[in-house]
């Protein structure tokens, strides 16, 4: 069987939640730019999931649309932007 290198990969632990933190909630934050906020990937929906190596890293948020969020996270020397939706993304509380 030849090995699969996809971009779910070695991620089991990473992309599984638990029934306790299901909800609605996110729905119901409001965002605002330059607000900093953690990536936090929501296994339930697929669509517009960022790639699990942003999982927990801190953004701020740099456009906000209709459905979309786009979030800059710094990774290295760069900077990425991660366009995913709210419940892909809970905010920094310090």
Known sequence: MPRSHGSKRKSRSVLTKSNILRGISY??????????????IDPSEHNTMPHRRYQGKIGIIKEIGKRIIKVAVPIG????????KRNHLKPLTN
């Open 27 to 40: 729905l119901l934050i409001d965002y605002k730019i330059g607000d900093k906020v953690i990536v936090n």
């Open 77 to 84: 020397n760069k900077e990425k932007i991660l366009q995913t």
